[in-house]
């Protein structure tokens, strides 16, 4: 049972494990990142062991003043499903899947749970989408049941799937373009291994913008289910250590208010699902990003 962390300046984070009372032990001397090479070693299945060394031996460090990055690095690929939740395709006026309905969005896309998300220029229809997202440990092609989908799963983390909604409807119909803007995929704050969560199909999950409750939901809606997905997923493409699978989100977004409520530069954005901690973000323009963006310091609270 493990919780791994990345801390650092953007681009210089380091592996680490979150341990009690907002302690950290520090894991960068025998792990290079939470990645690709990382997860596909099997070193995930050893680590629990140094990590209650570490904790029994005195060396835990405070989080408090650190920035939380991504609790992954950069993936290989982020694999998204649409329409997971029927009420949610209800709320956009638009049929319940009889098979996952599947996009990607740029793996340069995620940040850390407390980085600013930047409105690209010409966006007008900024939206928000709590999800759960499944991290796969090791490599998974044509997996032949669900059984052996589960064996798969590294964890799960907390993720704000970011959308501009004319970009993704209005500019050619293709949701890559309203997805995969820089920032547009905050995750963490921690990766809350498979042992770590007693069941993943009946987790709470809401979102709030200024203060306002927009989302409420349970994973247990869901109408395609994590390893069901990762099945699933892996009979279309080869899924890589390290690789990010976006769920779906319950409703409440702003396309599917009446009227539409779409994201401001100011805006603070709040969110958080049943033991995998909590977000918070503010919305930014993209031309405030080198002043203002993708540094904070301060941290959520990655409580359960």
Known sequence: MMKLIRIGTPGQERPAALVEDRLYVDLSDIVDDF?????GSGMLNDLSLT????????NTFPLDGERIGSPISRPHQIICVGLNYADHAEETAQEV?????????????MVGPRDDILIPPGASKLDWEVELGIVIGKRAQYLTSITEAKE????????NDVSERE???ERGGQWLKGKSAESFNPTGPFLATVDEIGDVSSLDMWLE???VRRQTGNTAAMIFDPFFLVHYISQFLVLEPGDLINTGTPPGVGMGLTPPVWLNAG??????????GEQRQTVRHWSQRRAQSLGATENPVPGQ
């Open 209 to 211: 913008v200024n203060g």
């Open 97 to 109: 899947p009889s098979e996952p309905i599947l996009f990607t969005k740029s793996p340069n896309t």
């Open 152 to 159: 798969h799963v590294a964890g799960w983390v907390l993720v």
């Open 51 to 58: 990590v209650q060394e570490r904790v029994e031996a005195g």
């Open 35 to 39: 990645d690709e090479g990382f997860f």
């Open 267 to 276: 805006d603070e954005i709040a969110l958080g699902i049943d033991g995998l």
């Open 167 to 169: 970009f993704q409807l």
